[in-house]
């Protein structure tokens, strides 16, 4: 049934927060405030107020009253960071309620623990540029035009992840709003149920409203994104790739991720990224194989920097999408790195993506697509679990892993699910393909599934589960906020 709106609601609403923003349908500042997601495909839910509270208190007082409404099924939420993730219901809602957090903005830097405490609607643009002013850094996220929130909840990886883990890995500690409305603190001591569901967990315990991380001193670097147009040197690439993430010898002191992006049919560009921390003016030998030919000889835009100058640095298939593109999708799964299945995966997705192109039905639609081969090196996950472990259920034992991640970016909204066909044909059939390697996604699938079950073992689930009723034993985060995974049965 589609949700109406609840008057009852945002009347009690707006005589509880006098001092929150409310923006309502017909408004500049709701227009304004459904217009700022990274993607177009959430800027089409229209819900019937966006409310951005200041403070954390605001966002106890909304949680305590909405609670009684969303419980009895009269109206739902959504909950955006800075709406920077792509899933389609993740962050907005229909004619429900949207809690926007981009007013909660705030950096403070300890310097005696090495530690920065984050507002949950912070960049991380903002983010490395403070803590740059101290010589510090973090793990976060590796561009600058992403959200804290986001990528805190979940498995996405920063640079130099074999010594840093996921993002999550490093957050200590989680502010967050529980479904009583009660402002509690999740680390290490103190609800660390909590602070291990969190990381990797989604929407489904709470609103947090600030991220808690360890710091590091900042690192000057060698590296940067290298170009070729050659697609058959893509698969020498794999192969490199793989020996580099399979050798015993793999290096802590190294990034990586190779990426290959169709523009149309017969444009092909591939980049990988490389950075080393060593005190050289140029890559350490055992990487040079991940150099492609052609760049050999002075790579365009590589060199020494560090790490808030490296999250400046679009990727090609930022800097295609920079003009027109305004729809995304992203699919992810987690695959062994096998060569034969890794070269059977790209071979796929080649042969989709370009029999799309080819398709006459297809004419004139404006899509680009990317592949990428991100690293889950055994020592990464091994520092996942030394720092307190999360909720993603790899364990070192099953390292390494790729994460192999499908993109997508179009123009138009009538063209949503011929795109969205596209990308989930691709995957299917590289799942199909590598059955007896595939480990299951570990971050979000950003089309319309919606529960854990696609990526978590059954007892991940069930430890999941289990704090959820602890926290949240009413399930307001389940059923009053239907976007994103849920945990449980998925809302109709």
């Known amino acids: 049934m589609a949700l109406l709106p609840c008057p009852d609601a945002l009347r009690d609403l ?3 927060l006098p001092h929150s923003c409310f923006c309502f349908p017909g408004s500049e500042a709701y227009d304004y405030e459904n ?7 959430n800027r089409r839910y229209k819900p019937s107020c966006i409310i951005l509270p200041s403070t954390k208190e605001e966002i106890s007082t909304f949680v305590r009253v909405i609670k009684p409404y969303a419980l009895r099924g009269d109206t739902a939420f959504a909950i955006a960071g800075n709406g920077r993730q792509t899933s389609p219901d993740c962050n907005n809602i229909n004619n429900g309620i949207t809690i926007r957090l981009n007013r909660l903005r705030g950096i403070e830097i300890d310097e005696g623990t ?11 643009g903002r983010v490395y540029d403070k803590l740059e002013e ?3 850094e973090v793990a976060g996220g590796t561009s600058h035009k992403l959200g804290v929130a986001g990528q805190a909840l979940q498995g996405a ?5 074999s010594r ?12 967050v709003v529980l479904a009583s409305g009660q402002i509690v603190n999740a680390n290490a001591e103190e609800n660390a149920d909590l602070w291990r569901a969190l990381r990797g967990g989604g929407n489904n315990f709470g609103i947090v409203t600030r991220f808690d991380m360890r710091t590091f001193e900042n690192l000057e670097i060698y590296g940067g994104f290298v170009q070729y147009t050659d697609s058959s040197e893509f698969t020498d690439q794999i192969r490199a790739f793989v020996e580099e993430l399979t050798s015993p010898n793999t290096s802590k002191e190294t990034d990586i991720m190779i990426s290959a992006h169709i523009f149309r049919e017969d444009d092909i560009r591939c980049e990988n990224r490389i950075y080393a921390d060593y005190p050289t003016e140029n890559w350490p030998s055992f990487l040079m194989p991940l150099v492609p030919y052609a760049s050999r000889l002075g790579p365009d835009g590589v060199g020494r920097t560090t790490l808030a100058t490296a999250v400046t640095e679009p990727t090609e298939f930022e800097r295609f999408c920079s003009v027109g593109i305004r729809r995304y999708a992203c699919i992810n799964s987690t695959l062994k790195p096998d060569l034969r299945t890794l070269h059977a995966a790209w071979n796929i997705f080649r042969r989709t993506v370009k029999a799309a192109y080819r398709d006459a039905r297809n004419a004139g639609i404006d899509m680009v697509f990317s592949m990428s081969l991100q690293p889950y090196t055994r ?22 892993l790729v994460s192999v991640r499908l993109l997508a970016g179009w123009k138009d909204k009538e063209h949503d699910g011929t ?6 044909r691709a995957m299917s059939m590289i799942r199909v393909q590598v059955l007896d390697n595939h480990v299951g996604p570990v971050s979000y699938i950003d089309t319309s599934y919606s529960t854990f079950e696609n990526f978590f073992t059954y007892e991940d689930l069930n430890a999941l589960q289990k704090v959820s009723r602890k926290y949240d034993p009413e399930g307001l985060f389940q059923t009053g906020v239907p976007g994103g995974f849920k945990l449980f049965t998925p809302v109709s």
């Open 35 to 41: 217009s700022v997601y990274l993607s177009a495909v």
């Open 14 to 16: 707006l005589e509880a």
């Open 419 to 424: 795109v969205y066909a596209i990308i989930d």
């Open 134 to 136: 101290k010589n510090l």
């Open 164 to 175: 840093n883990g996921f993002i999550c890995d490093n957050v200590i500690n989680y502010e």
């Open 114 to 124: 090495k530690t920065v405490r984050i507002a949950a609607g912070e960049w991380w």
């Open 379 to 400: 020592a990464m996950l091994e520092t996942s679990a030394q720092r307190g472990g999360n909720s993603l259920g790899l364990s070192p034992d099953l390292g390494p």
């Open 157 to 161: 990886a920063p640079f130099f992840y």
